[in-house]
């Protein structure tokens, strides 16, 4: 059974710095594309960040680039998001995605696996 379990989330001040993790098991992911959406209230989800197991460069959404890094440790089956610099319109539920495609898609339906999120806060 694939699972992606996020964690990492919480309340954190403007300008605090949050580390999201996504833990992956039940299946090899050495060719797929690891990706965090987010999703705040009363919006749609929005693709944050992507990167590959097999390496290459991580991709951003151009908004958030400079603030947050995406990374992979293999040995461990874990993605981390890390945030820094947070502001309010960061609050969101962060997801954890896989994607079986090696090319970086933004579109939510190119992914096969999700989490079932983690809440992220940032107070003004």
């Known amino acids: 059974q694939v699972q992606l379990v996020e964690s990492g989330g919480g309340l954190v001040q403007a300008g605090g710095s949050l580390r999201l993790s996504c833990a992956c098991s039940?299946?090899?992911?050495?060719?797929?594309?690891m990706a965090w959406f987010r999703q705040a209230p009363g919006q749609e989800r929005e693709f944050v960040a992507a990167?590959?197991?097999?390496?290459?460069?991580?991709y951003y959404v151009d908004s958030l680039k400079g603030r947050f890094t995406i990374s992979r440790d293999n040995a461990k089956n874990t993605v981390y998001l890390q945030m820094n610099s947070l502001q309010p319109e960061d609050t969101a539920v962060y997801y954890c995605?896989?994607?079986?495609?090696?090319?970086?898609?933004?579109?939510?339906?190119?992914?096969?696996?999700w989490g079932q999120g983690t809440h992220v806060t940032v107070s003004s």
């Open positions: 995605a896989a994607s079986p495609f090696t090319n970086y898609y933004l579109d939510s339906r190119r992914y096969s696996y």
């Open positions: 990167i590959r197991w097999s390496g290459g460069s991580p």
């Open positions: 039940g299946r090899t992911f050495s060719g797929y594309t």
